[in-house]
């Protein structure tokens, strides 16, 4: 009969120590992607009214002066977009098409 109490009292044990480490894990998760998120933040900021160059599928390169992001990051306003195929002075750039972006931020070049 001790046996029995000392096994479910080991279980609870076990299990108690496995919640608090996903706990943990989930909450060192949660902490990595607002650090991640605020410094993408800055990053959009710190290019606002800057020319970019953005290299996009299907081998397309284009230049634009970033404006402003979608509260999801999944867009970019841009102006003076210039293209293969003319300029265009606004436009939304999905970031689902674009492979990378590169700024001259007058210190050298910044790439995301």
Do not use: W
């Amino acid at each position: 009969m001790e046996d029995g109490v000392d096994d479910k009292t080991q279980n609870n044990d076990i299990l108690q120590s496995t919640s608090t480490t996903n706990d943990d894990r989930l909450s060192q998760e949660q902490e990595d992607r607002s650090f991640l998120r605020e410094r993408f933040l800055h990053f959009l900021k710190g290019i606002q009214g800057k020319r970019t160059h953005f290299k996009m599928y299907e081998k397309t390169e284009v230049d634009a002066t970033f404006q402003l992001s979608d509260i999801d990051g999944q867009n970019f306003l841009v102006s003076d977009l210039e293209t293969p195929m003319g300029t265009q002075p606004q436009a939304m750039l999905r970031c689902a098409d674009i492979i990378s972006c590169s700024v001259d931020i007058g210190t050298g070049e910044h790439k995301m």
